[in-house]
């Protein structure tokens, strides 16, 4: 044997002709290919944490109870519907038996379409094995949705006859034979068998059920679709007696009766399911939008993409000084949120909405410090200098891909505490999953066409049953409204609610217009305007789509903010002024513009055009940030399509020719002014006591207040005072930026382990069935002698088996020397066992290259690469049988 690696074995499918039908999932996992065992672990990534040893670990690593649970939550409705169905199957079941469930005696054809699909579904996520003729479902999965008493299956059917009749007393039985006319037999196992074949058989079990009285028929009907238990008295009405006597009641306590599978699926006419849904409900377009109009539906969401980043700009612009302080647990307080809400003007739901998505997008953040507050990050100071539609795209695809769930923020979590904005509650892994989706799903339309919301919630209810409490199956994997109170009338469970919420906030954001997908929010996805997404329902843990991948972020990104550019208005350069004072911005201002008239004026009215205010106060602010009264003549001047009213000149002059008489500086604090006569004035106002006025000059008076209260109180009272330096200067006043030290955008919460790439994946495949065949590979007995002239080579055959008993061989240290040195000769492979530096121990095949100075270097078949072995950790050899291998899994 050389020292390259075997070929990789060809899948074979499982109990195929000549292999024999597979005895444990580990055997059927070694029937498949590599494709196949790839497909598996894409599928259900949380195997490879860590990476199993062979596929014995792998089979046993996919039957555990998480796995397993975690595996049944991302199915589709109709393939847990078929699982469901495997459950109260006899196992092994053919694909007929599991048809005949699903499709009921009168057949149904998207049944027989769609069940080919769901069992190759069943078997690659390795829930189930077997051929056809003999489909088994994984224990654990069997264990969890077999109906029971304590956890009651969505198939509404009860136990089997065997189960109900276990602990009853044969004379009891023969009771039930002899009232259905049939011969006693000699044994219960007899009897049971007896009942059962009377109640599978279509033909006397309708001749009994004629014999029937009509009211235990009526008991029938409410008993066959499940729950299957009832309640009875000791002395029952004669129409339960008779069911209790023909056993089609049979005792589960000694007050509760329940109604045979067997007899329950003649009722039904076979089927397990009441309504099968083997084909995805679509989604239809809502009657309120008519379709065709997407250059209506782009205008929209331009329209809202704008007042996005307006929104956003005036909140953090706002918390420009400093923002809020940060709760002890963490998060918004509700007094906080609300006086955000109140700047915004908007409701406080959404005012956490842009907070929570500024913060997604890494724009604001704790600061850090003793008093901690939240402040702008200096992330926010580079997005301000993008053009509009990258500074949207940025915050669409933070949305987008955050696990940050604000529609959460008031409600209540399980200790029935309040849930903040900012907090660190409001992660949910599914979130970013459902916002995906329910794009997806609308990209399935035409443009310009908007859903039904309650189609969308339908498709997905379908897509995860089990995740949004579509189905319960009692495996405990429901998400329920986790607890974070909705509203009455609205859906119950998390993800449903996300995809309503996903629903708003896309609108909010200008990824939808008027409920419609815009071309920005395709491009988001990594569709064209005009494309259209198949609808087709996603793979469980299928590789994450473009717009969620590091990759294709970027691009998609470029792609979005490059739909958006052409839809948004150009900003403006000039403003409206009116004699009123007030000037109207009929757009969107340049950056420059809108900051100095920000300053200049308050802001009175938002909308298309936005009011802006000029008051004395507004005036002041800008003398206070270093501006004269000529600049804000050259400003108006400069910006103004229409002539500057007298009424503004004159309101710019009066406030610069008063600001600055009086001058404060501290002393604690002092009043200066020229005009002596203005401070006996100041001295003489009877509100101006609380400020502990006294004179120390004719023109300086002296204050306890402090500088800043002085201030303000002289301006309370219609003074315009001017702070001063210890030089005697004006201070210049500007907002004075806080920022928080550089930091991350949150990092999402993964909902389970990531799905792995191509190279992960064949790089785990590759070392599990080298792990496979360390472990499987069948060695020479020990002392058996090889035939003279014959070198030992590979294969399997009827050796000691110690390999797969999981023994190590052991050998003294001169025959494990002699062993390699031959083995280096022959260019053979051998079987060791070896102990790592941490004490280790484990089983290898290698093929001995060099024997040196204690060690040997050998082609590692187990790790697939070349590696060096110290002798002294080799615990011993033994050469592999001779015989060929039978079994065509084993390379």
């Known amino acids: 044997m050389g020292t390259t690696p075997e070929a990789t074995p060809a899948a074979t499918p499982e109990g195929s002709p000549g292999t024999g039908s597979p005895r444990t999932l580990a055997e059927a996992l070694r029937h498949r290919g590599d494709p196949e065992l790839a497909a598996l672990l894409r599928a259900r990534p949380d195997l490879l944490s860590p990476v199993p040893g062979d596929l014995t670990q792998l089979a046993t690593r996919a039957g555990t109870r998480a796995s397993v649970v975690r595996a049944l939550e991302r199915l589709d409705r109709f393939t847990l519907q078929t699982a469901e169905a495997l459950a109260v199957a006899p196992d092994p079941a053919p694909r007929a038996t599991l048809l005949a469930l699903l499709g009921g005696d009168d057949g149904d054809p998207a049944v027989e379409a769609a069940l080919p699909g769901a069992v190759e579904a069943l078997r690659t996520r390795a829930l189930v094995w077997g051929g056809d003729d003999r489909l088994r479902l994984v224990r654990t999965a069997r264990e969890l949705l077999t109906p029971s008493p304590t956890r009651p299956s969505p198939t509404g059917l009860g136990p089997t006859v065997a189960e109900a009749t276990a602990g009853m007393s ?59 238990y009832g309640e009875v008295t000791a002395s029952p009405a004669p129409p339960v007696r008779w069911l209790r006597d023909h056993g089609l009641l049979l005792p589960a306590s000694p007050r509760t009766v329940v109604l045979p599978r067997e007899a329950a699926l003649h009722l039904r006419a076979g089927r397990a399911h009441r309504v099968p849904e083997p084909v995805p409900p679509a989604v239809t377009a809502t009657s309120a939008v008519a379709s065709g109009r997407p250059q209506a539906v782009d205008s929209t969401a331009a329209g809202q993409s704008f007042t996005a980043l307006a929104t956003v700009e005036e909140l953090l612009q706002d918390w420009h000084e400093g923002g809020p302080p940060v709760l002890r647990a963490g998060g918004l307080a509700v007094r906080d949120l609300k006086r955000t809400a109140a700047a915004l003007d908007t409701g406080e739901p959404m005012a956490a909405f842009w907070i929570e998505v500024a913060y997604a997008a890494g724009l604001l953040a704790a600061d850090g410090e003793a008093d901690e507050r939240y402040a702008p990050t200096p992330v926010y100071d580079e997005w301000l200098t993008l053009p509009a539609a990258e500074r949207w795209a940025l915050l669409a695809d933070a949305w987008l891909t955050a696990t940050r769930t604000p529609g959460l923020v008031g409600g209540q979590d399980g200790k029935g505490r309040t849930l903040s904005a900012l907090g660190p509650e409001l992660d949910r892994s599914a979130a970013p999953e459902v916002r995906l989706r329910v794009l997806e799903l609308l990209a399935t339309l035409p443009p310009g066409t908007a859903p039904d919301p309650e189609t969308v919630l339908a498709r997905l209810r379908w897509e995860r049953p089990l995740r949004t409490g579509g189905a319960g199956t009692g495996t405990g994997t429901g998400t329920g409204s986790d607890g974070a109170g909705g509203g009455s009338g609205g859906p119950v469970d998390l993800r449903s609610r996300i995809a309503a919420w996903t629903l708003g906030e896309a609108e909010t954001l200008g990824i939808t217009g008027r409920g419609a997908l815009s071309a920005p929010g395709r491009a988001l996805l990594g569709y064209g305007p005009e494309a259209v997404a198949p609808d087709s329902t996603p793979p469980p843990a299928a590789p994450a789509p473009a717009a969620l991948t590091t990759a294709g972020r970027a691009a998609a990104q470029t792609a979005a903010a490059a739909a958006l550019a052409p839809l948004l208005p150009t900003p403006l350069d000039h403003v409206l002024l009116q004699a009123d004072l007030t000037a109207v911005a009929p757009g969107p201002l340049e950056r420059p513009l809108a900051e100095t008239l920000a300053v200049l004026a308050d802001v009175e009215s938002k909308g298309g055009a936005t009011v802006y205010r000029f008051t004395p106060g507004s005036v002041r602010r800008a003398l206070d940030a270093g501006r004269s009264a000529t600049d804000l003549h050259t400003f108006l001047a400069t910006h103004s399509r229409t002539p500057v009213p007298q009424p503004l000149s004159y309101l710019i002059d009066d406030v610069a020719r008063r600001h600055g008489h009086l001058r404060i500086g501290a002393a604690s604090a002092y009043v200066r002014c020229d005009d002596d006569a203005l401070l006996d004035e100041i001295l003489a106002d009877k509100r101006s006591q609380s400020l502990g006025l006294r004179r120390l000059a004719p023109t300086v008076l002296a204050a306890r207040a402090e500088p800043p209260a002085l201030l303000a109180g002289l301006r309370s009272l219609g003074y315009a005072p001017s702070a001063e330096s210890a030089e005697g200067d004006v201070l210049i006043t500007r907002a004075h930026a806080r920022r928080t030290p550089p930091r991350t955008p949150p990092v999402p919460v993964p909902d389970g382990p990531p799905v792995p790439d191509a190279t992960l994946l064949g790089a785990a495949v590759r070392a599990i069935r080298a792990g496979d065949l360390a472990a499987t590979v069948e060695h020479r007995p020990a002392g058996a002698a090889r035939e003279p002239g014959r070198p030992p080579g590979p294969g399997t055959g009827t050796g000691a088996g110690a390999g797969r008993q999981g023994g190590l061989p052991r050998s003294t240290s001169a025959e494990t020397l002699a062993t390699v040195q031959a083995a280096v000769m022959t260019g053979s492979a051998i079987w060791i066992g070896y102990v790592n530096a941490e004490g280790t121990a484990s089983q290898r095949v290698i093929a001995p290259v060099r024997v040196e100075g204690g060690f040997v270097t050998a082609y590692d078949h187990t790790a697939d690469e070349v590696r060096t072995y110290p002798l002294h950790r080799v615990t011993g050899v033994a050469e592999l049988a001779d015989e060929p291998a039978d079994d065509p899994a084993v390379p």
């Open 170 to 228: 044969p004379g009891r039985l023969q009771e039930i034979l002899a009232a259905n006319a049939l011969p006693t037999t000699h044994d219960p196992v007899s009897a049971v068998a007896a009942l059962t074949a009377l109640f599978t058989d279509r033909t006397r079990m309708g001749r009994l059920l004629d014999q029937a009285p009509s009211e235990a028929l009526t008991v029938l009907d409410r008993l066959v679709w499940g729950p299957p």
